[in-house]
């Protein structure tokens, strides 16, 4: 298939050729007379020698310049259309392809554009559809789903929702996505440790799966077994302290949560913590300086 596909191409390019060099030869053999009078009186100003040299000149420049655009429309791949992204440019999009030298018809492979494209920190994967003659390529785009924002000890960094390190959020200058991620949740983790961020990411993950919580968040604190979860804004609960095993749990645990917080809500009270941490019991801890009568009635001990 690969073969006779070259072929194919061959043969379009010869005939591409041909037709360049005998429409090179009709350009060079056509009469002086037929181009503008203008051109006719500035050429008789000319010396002898000027005229012998310009002549040699057009009979080389036209014919190689036709020849030279026909062979680029036969080889050079032109990107007619870049869909599905909306983080990354198509200029660099284009400067991707340009930079890895994949705008010729020898790199044309889907394969090969993948991996360059798939080298940009926000593309997740490629599709490229070439079309053989005129050769064209389209691209669609899919990128990355920007998730958390993990605050590092030496720098804060974007997390994908397939879990990956996309890039330092320093290095990203575009100001409107900037903006735009600031309203992400932060994560961090009570010890630098990449092996207990990627236990707390997939717990994270699951409690998201099993149906958020029910409030916005603002950070997740994750520590060995469990996280601390903080609300965006003020309300009921100062924060919510979790551990869970199972997606099973992780749906009995928020709506046990759910519960506690529309009484909260119902009774205008607040509390400082609300512990899920322990199968089969909610602890509500009230806020420094209440009344311990006034504990809520989901308090339990262990």
């Avoid at 310009?54 to 429309?73: C, F, H, I, R």
């Avoid at 340009?98 to 790199?107: D, E, F, I, K, V």
């Avoid at 360059?116 to 389209?138: E, G």
């Amino acid at each position: 298939m690969k073969k006779s596909l070259l072929l194919f191409v061959l043969l379009l390019a010869i005939s591409g050729i041909l037709a360049a060099l005998n429409k090179a030869g009709k350009a060079i053999d056509a009469p002086r007379a037929s181009v503008g009078g203008d051109l006719e009186a500035s050429t008789l100003s000319l010396s002898s020698s000027e005229v012998a040299n310009s002549q040699t000149e057009s009979k080389k420049l036209p014919g190689l310049g036709v020849l030279k655009a026909a062979w680029e429309n036969l080889t050079d791949v032109r990107i007619t259309d870049v869909s599905g992204n909306y983080y990354v440019s198509d200029e660099e999009v284009l400067e991707l392809v340009h930079q890895h030298g994949l705008n010729t018809l020898w790199s044309a492979s889907e394969s090969s554009w993948n991996v360059a494209l798939s080298s940009h920190p926000w593309i997740k994967d490629a599709q490229v559809d070439f079309h053989l003659f005129p050769l064209r390529a389209r691209i669609k785009i899919s990128e990355i789903e920007p998730w958390l924002i993990w605050r590092a000890a030496d720098r804060s960094w974007l997390v994908s929702r397939s879990m990956k390190m996309v890039q330092p959020l320093d290095a990203i200058k575009d100001p409107e996505t900037v903006v735009e991620l600031s309203s992400l949740p932060r994560v961090a983790a009570a010890a630098d440790d990449k092996v207990l961020l990627k236990q707390g990411l997939e717990m994270i993950r699951t409690l998201e799966l099993a149906g958020r919580f029910p409030f916005e968040v603002s950070q997740y604190l994750i520590e060995p077994d469990e996280i601390t979860v903080e609300p965006m804004r003020l309300g009921s609960v100062g924060a919510v302290r979790i551990s869970i095993d199972t997606l099973g749990e992780a749906k009995t645990k928020l709506e046990q949560l759910r519960t506690v917080i529309a009484d909260l809500d119902a009774r205008s009270e607040q509390v400082s913590e609300i512990d899920l941490r322990v199968r089969g019991q909610v602890i509500v801890r009230r806020l420094e300086g209440d009344d311990a009568a006034g504990k809520s009635r989901h308090e339990k001990t262990k």
